[in-house]
């Protein structure tokens, strides 16, 4: 590759460009730069020209026609292997501009701000910086770009190393990054100003472009004869599956992830005690506090101990030796998440080689509104993720719950939210004694439940229920009445309320209404 002579350089980000900059004439390069950027590397001393001077043309229209000018986008798009091209740009008097670094104004961010305004967007749409980034890229035969500060020590390592130039695979890989990025900067424009084309009516824009970050190849999916990958969002920001940082263990599988997600994500429902989640394929098997994380795992274990096995364990405080040791010592396991692991839990773990420990950082407490996407045939649907858990509980029945009972009504209803639908979750002193899952009758998820608890060798007698949705008969309550359920939580709505509140009452139970239902699938 040709030694570089000449660089564009024009950035919203400004961070870390004086060093570059300073490194990059001490090679000889020459620096054209425009008003914000140009007057930032003045000002630490660097020799520069305005792009204005060479194009001839003053920046104008409030910035917006800057370095729109065919001596600039000339000098990039320019082959120089071709004779033509090469007469062409010397007979118009353009100097080839060997390397643009640039980033975008701040689109993405500005939208984030609920006040920002149609005004605040558009300006905050960039056009010279994506055209000068596209040519570059085309160009990427000849010219480098550099659209992410994180690519500045890499390059320059390159230049010092070759006395000046860019190895033409750096230059394709810098030049994909660059499609990647203006296909994402695109996107968001399209998604914000789409989902505004009827304001007040639609959320959702006519085409919605997404994109994730592939962060890792699986050797297989759901199933051994299917490929799989994980990609993740861009900029993710909360504690999550996506942004655990993995201590030990064999590569997550696609399972793994999946389930290590719904352990996670049920967590974080517990606030009030040290917590811990056992699921296996995407169901809670066992969800109990307790008044430390050993104990906490011990009741979750005991809900399910047959189920428990191979599963994936998440908690809610830092992860200690102890409990660790209790995990690796009881039962098989193949992935444990908590925001924070201690050295001691590290190094017990350490012992089962192909155990997956991941530690993911604490999570807000009020969590961001996100989309959910699922995937069907031909098409995508998109929806708010269910983020909310009623707030005002309404007893229906005769009967108020008792203070314990009323305790053990919200446990058991935040786990049945996270339990696949028809979900029944029986629950008793914050540990689960319970769960029935994915069943097409909620009848069944209940006769499920109570099998497992006798399995368990647990009493329903005396526990709590929670459904993820109302009953559409009373059955389901003279069921649960037989097995000693004595109060029962639940959204309601159903044709037949009344004869179900009529059921609790004939059996002496309480009955809460949520008024919100919670169905997953
Ligand atoms: N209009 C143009 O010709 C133009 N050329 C470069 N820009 C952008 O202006 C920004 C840098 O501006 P400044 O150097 O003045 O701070 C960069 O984000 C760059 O992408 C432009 N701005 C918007 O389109």
Redesign the pocket.
Known sequence: MAKITRALI???D?SGIVEFARELAGYGVEIL??????KLLRDAGLVVKDVSEHTGFP?MLD??????HPKVHGGLLGMRSNPEHVATMKEHGIPPIDMVV????PFEATVANPSCTLEDAIEN????????LRSAAKNNADVTVIVDPADYRTVLDEIKASGGSVAKETNFRLAVKVYQHTAAYDGAISNWLGARLEEGVARYPDTFTIQFKKAQEMRYGENPHQSAAFYVERQVTEASVATARQLQGKELSYNNIGDTDAALECVKQFDEAPACVIVKHANPCGVAIGKNLLEAYDRAYSTDPESAFGGIIAFNGELDGETAKAICDRQFVEVIIAPQVSREAIEVVAAKKNVRLLECGMWPAQPAQRLDFKRVNGGLLVQDADLLLSAELTVVSKRQPTEQEMIDLRFAWRVAKFVKSNAIVYGRDGMTIGVGAGQMSRVNSARIAAIKAEHAGLQVKGAVMASDAFFPFRDGIDNAAAAGITAVIQPGGSMRDAEVIAAADEHGMAMVFTGMRHFRH
């Not at 730069?33 to 140009?38: F, P, Q």
């Not at 640039?102 to 104004?105: C, D, R, S």
């Open positions: 024009s950035l919203s400004k730069s425009t008003g914000g950027t140009a920046e910035g917006r026609v800057k370095t729109l640039v980033n975008l104004y749409i960039d056009i010279g910086g994506p055209t000068m």
